[in-house]
């Protein structure tokens, strides 16, 4: 007997008694857990896919998850100020294929994200930065509506400006079925309507179980959006389909009209075609602070209309009106009831076209509505309340056991790669092995066993796990390695830096911590940098790099990133270690 197994379910085979816990605060108990005991899975390109050949573990020379690696949330803590989130980032959806010759794949990062549960409106804006904005449900990062590049004047760069790219135009073809992809540290990541996510959340979305892809349902809609995420401003996000009197619920449902349209002469738009791209328009010149030359490329089949967030105007300064033409602000959301907050919340709504194709601004715009707070951690530094513990350390509970001729079948929650030990008893007190090591099927554990004995007028069960294979944990360092890009590879992230912020017209020195597996003392660095601006006087001192930048005057305020590149060793690659809106331009 296994003295140390828990008692985790008594039943008669009569009756069941269970306990269960209600749920009634939206930012704690709406995450997408159930498949957190099941593995993150892939397909590797096309014809995996088309194959139906998902694997637990991939690599792909740069990138590498030798180990199965639960998807999703993992972990879930909350204080009166904060919810926190680990998760594996890896979708509960297969992820993949990608576009033949993308080179990333997804990895497990290993995240600690919290969310403030007390928000605020602050009087300035702040941008949203590269990397994770938030987070969604299912553990996935939300990224913004940029792919990190920009007009420079003379070419696209990468960095942040007057014109930035956005995904969806210029990276859409290496997203997945699901609409996602990872960038070079392996953070598989949504610009855009998550729609595998909506579809798992019963969000008017079909899929088809043929070809492995996602659709907008074409029936009418019948029920309000779930949340999809939460913002690091802590204001959810919805999918796209809401109220259509904001604060009456009893108005019907419909789409959500994003408040942006192109510049192509429509409502009252200049047209960037035939008059080129000699400004940016209304909304970015308050979030820039932007003034002087805002010169762009002419469109042209290499700059096509719609290439650039800033091909784009906000319905708002051309007349219109939130509430009556459009739905949605600048910021892609709108104070309004809810059914999760029937007092009303501001949030955010996903935006899509009639037939599902995403619009823009997508998620969110280029800035927060709140003050964006939340962020990763990397403990936890305070009292917390444990509200979900997944993964391997899920908790076991039964369904309601089946009798049928004379047999019962106990089915119950289990984690993938999870072995288990079923035993029985009359009595409670005496207990005996029923089955032998019970090995999972995905996340369920089933054994069916005869009924109860002649002479035996009940009989009680009880499951504990014997064992679980190993695996990769959401704890301790993630693996950050990826493919190429840019002319270099990416290593692991900085593990710090001083200072953290300057101001527009000054020059600041910054001094970088390299973090894991930095080259050998004797390598100096080549360059370093502060978004496009090039660093000078670059010194390295052991496992520090400084170097000085000049901020323009005119540059734009915001978070960007922080980036030192070694030279790699012979025939490789430069190794470039960075850290993502690591610095505040004020």
């Known amino acids: ?309 800033e091909d784009n105007a906000y319905l708002g300064d051309l007349g219109f009106k939130q509430g009556v033409d459009f739905d949605l602000d600048e910021s892609n959301g709108r104070f309004c009831v809810t059914p999760d907050f029937p007092n009303g919340t501001y949030a955010y709504f996903v935006s899509i076209a009639a037939d599902g194709t995403p619009v823009y601004p997508y998620n969110i715009g280029r800035a927060f509505h709140g003050s964006p707070t939340g962020g990763s951690v990397t403990t936890l530094s305070e009292t917390v309340t444990t509200n979900f513990v997944g993964g391997a350390s899920r908790p076991i509970v039964f369904d309601a056991p089946a009798n049928r001729s004379g047999q019962v079948t106990l089915t119950w929650s289990a984690v993938e790669g999870g072995s288990y030990q079923l035993e029985t008893s009359t009595n409670l007190a005496t207990w005996n092995n029923a089955a032998g090591a019970v090995a999972a099927t995905g996340n369920r554990g089933s054994v069916t066993l005869d009924a109860t004995p002649a002479g035996v007028d009940r009989r009680f069960y009880r499951v504990g796990s014997v064992t679980v294979a190993s695996y990769d944990p959401a704890t301790g360092t993630a693996n950050t390695g990826g493919g190429t890009g840019g002319g270099g590879t990416q290593g692991p992230p900085l593990a710090s830096i001083t200072p953290t912020s300057g101001t527009r017209g000054t020059s600041v020195t910054i001094t970088m911590t390299l973090g894991t597996n930095p080259p050998p003392t004797a390598v100096n660095p080549k360059a370093a940098a502060l978004g496009t601006i090039s660093g000078t006087d670059v010194r390295r001192s052991g496992n520090t790099v400084s170097a000085t930048f000049a901020i323009p005057a005119t540059a734009t305020p915001g978070t960007v990133t922080v980036s030192v590149t070694f030279p790699g060793p012979p025939g490789s690659d430069d190794v470039t270690f960075a850290l993502q809106n690591g610095f505040t331009i004020r």
């Open 1 to 309: 007997m296994n003295s140390k197994l828990p008692l985790l379910f008594a039943a008669c085979l009569g009756g069941l008694s269970a306990l269960s816990v209600s749920a009634g605060d939206p930012i704690v108990d709406q995450w997408y857990t159930q498949q957190s005991g099941l593995y993150a899975r892939i397909y590797v390109n096309a014809a995996a896919k088309a194959a139906g050949t998902q694997v637990t573990t991939w690599s792909n020379g740069s990138q590498t998850q030798s180990q199965p690696a639960y998807s999703g949330i993992q972990e879930i803590y909350s204080s009166a100020s904060w919810v926190y989130l680990r998760t594996t980032g890896l979708g509960v959806h297969v992820m993949g294929p990608w576009s033949a010759g993308f080179p990333n794949l997804p990895s497990n990062q290993k995240v600690l994200y919290r969310i403030p549960r007390t928000t605020s409106i602050p009087s300035t804006p702040s941008l949203t930065g590269l990397g994770s904005i938030g987070y969604f449900v299912d553990g996935v990062a939300m990224f913004d509506s940029r792919d990190a590049f920009y007009w420079n004047g003379t070419s696209e760069g990468q960095g942040s400006g007057n014109w930035n790219r956005e995904a969806y135009v210029n990276e859409g073809a290496t997203f997945d079925p699901a609409y996602a992809h990872q960038q070079q540290q392996g953070t598989y990541h949504y610009h855009a309507n998550p729609i595998a996510l909506r579809y798992l959340l019963g969000d008017h979305v079909d899929y088809n179980a043929t070809t492995g892809t996602y659709s907008e349902s074409t029936t009418a809609v019948t029920r309000h959006s779930p949340i999809l995420g939460w913002v690091s401003d802590g204001f959810p996000i919805y999918g796209p389909y809401g109220y259509a009197n904001a604060t009456n619920p009893a108005s019907g449902l419909r789409r959500m009209i994003s408040g942006y349209q192109l510049r192509n002469s429509q409502k009252g738009t200049d047209n960037l075609t035939t008059a080129g791209r000699s400004s940016i328009p209304a909304w970015a010149k308050r979030l820039y602070g932007t003034t002087g030359v805002q010169t762009g490329p002419a469109v042209s089949t290499t700059y096509p209309l719609g290439r650039y967030m």
